[in-house]
């Protein structure tokens, strides 16, 4: 445990704020300042994403550690796209949430960072959100099981009788599962998923059986590995299904089973964060990294792992905040920021008075016109009851490289042309 939070603590540096500001946020001063591109020419980029208009203090932030680095207890299970920084969750947690107040609330928990860092901080916690696969992540990652449990489910599984056309009617439907799977890898999942549902075991560990399951999907496909987009790869070697399955569930249930001496007290619920959740004041911390506009959208990435694991594809579009994603046209930003305004309203109502929310967001570009992005949505926030106290700028270092590719300077530019940026709003 002491060598995790050691981990975390080492990987954040931050340009201090003034002692006022420190004080009223809970911050602690930093000796330590890392290289950044960001220091010297941050008026710059006040100016060019608009966020100089706002009264309230900013700050820059760097995380030096790897993705590699940062995969520790539960992290690293399974990749995700688009990981929101272990080490800015924690940073929070630590420092602005109340326990006595009520939970740690994240609306759209994505691969469950900001509740596997509350357990470690012995905070409860709960996550949201509209994509049941993110919910299958969440719930894994925070729910202890032991190798035993899941040897056992194995051994069951080796043993089940089954036949091919049983397991027909477990292969997704949509049309264009031939042209990323072979029909022996297609016939491979489907045993596997069948042989998941028949076994009997508890729902912790079934779970972990179709996150193993649907984990292996993207490397079993004919889509290439290292992009967040479906990209077809003709060159890429076939998988074994069924070795490769045990091997990593086997390997998510060494990293759960530590869970079991932390006592995790974390709730996961299907829900869209556009729509009211949970009670009136019922927090005073909410954390929130919501998909960037034009930038990813999760449907449409963890498409596959949707459907191989039985989720509705369809309904999970419909769920999901309006983004853009690969339409191009930056009049549709208007919708996104709508979403927003409700989610961040949802927010205002579950936090108690002098509650944060905090919100980290991006901008984005199309056709070599800035998107503002973060702009647009911290204006609507005042209308939903917040001030913003304080916008912190996190430089991306170690990302997906189709988004790390646009943070990326050029010869012409000064400065990094985008950063993720973290939105202090405290309810008032």
């Not at 060019?48 to 009264?55: A, E, Q, R, T």
């Not at 399974?78 to 009520?102: C, M, N, S, W, Y």
């Not at 003709?234 to 045990?246: I, T, W």
């Not at 204006?379 to 490289?401: H, S």
């Amino acid at each position: 445990m002491s060598d995790e939070k050691d981990v975390r603590d080492s990987t954040m540096s931050l340009f201090a704020p003034s002692k006022k500001r420190r004080k009223q946020l809970g911050f602690k001063a930093q000796t330590e300042n890392l290289d950044n591109p960001m220091e010297e020419t941050l008026p710059i980029y006040l100016e060019v994403s608009g966020l100089d208009k706002f009264d309230c203090d900013f700050e820059v932030w760097a995380i030096n550690q790897s993705t590699q680095d940062l995969s520790y207890l539960t992290h690293g299970v399974v990749r995700f796209f688009g990981k929101f920084p272990p080490p800015v969750a924690t940073r929070f947690i630590h420092e602005l949430h109340d326990p006595q107040t009520g939970p740690v609330v994240d609306p759209m928990v994505g691969s469950g960072t900001t509740l596997v860092e509350a357990i470690i901080e012995h905070r409860p916690a709960v996550g949201l959100d509209a994509n049941p696969f993110s919910l299958l992540v969440s719930k894994v990652k925070t729910t202890p099981v032991t190798g035993e449990m899941v040897e056992s489910a194995i051994s069951q599984m080796v043993s089940v009788s089954y036949s091919q056309e049983e397991a027909k009617h477990l292969i997704p439907t949509d049309r264009f599962t031939t042209h990323w799977f072979s029909p022996e890898t297609i016939k491979d999942l489907a045993l596997m998923r069948l042989k998941i549902e028949r076994i009997v075991c508890e729902d912790s560990v079934r779970n972990l059986l179709r996150l193993a399951l649907g984990s292996i999907v993207r490397r079993s496909s004919r889509a290439s590995n290292n992009l967040a987009r479906l990209f077809l790869d003709p060159n890429k070697p076939a998988v074994p299904v069924e070795d490769s399955f045990y091997k990593q569930a086997r390997t998510i249930a060494r990293r759960v089973e530590p869970l079991t001496s932390l006592n995790p007290q974390v709730e996961v619920m299907l829900h869209d964060a556009r729509e009211p959740f949970l009670n009136a004041d019922f927090t005073n911390l909410v954390i929130c990294h919501p998909p960037y506009f034009n930038v990813c959208k999760y449907a449409s990435v963890l498409k596959y792992e949707l459907l191989w694991t039985g989720a509705d594809y369809q309904i999970t579009r419909q769920r999901e905040v309006r983004d853009g994603f690969k339409i191009g046209k930056p009049e549709l930003v208007s919708a996104y920021v709508d979403d927003m305004t409700r989610v961040m309203s949802n927010c205002a109502r579950i936090l108690v008075h002098r509650g944060w929310l905090v919100l980290m967001i991006g901008d984005t570009e199309i056709r070599h016109e800035r998107i503002r992005t973060t702009l647009m949505v911290a204006e609507q926030a005042k209308n939903v009851g917040f001030r913003l106290r304080k916008v912190i700028f996190r430089i991306p270092k170690y990302t997906e490289a189709s988004y790390a590719a646009t943070q990326r300077r050029t010869s012409k530019e000064v400065g990094v042309r985008f950063a993720d940026h973290l939105l202090l709003l405290e309810k008032v």
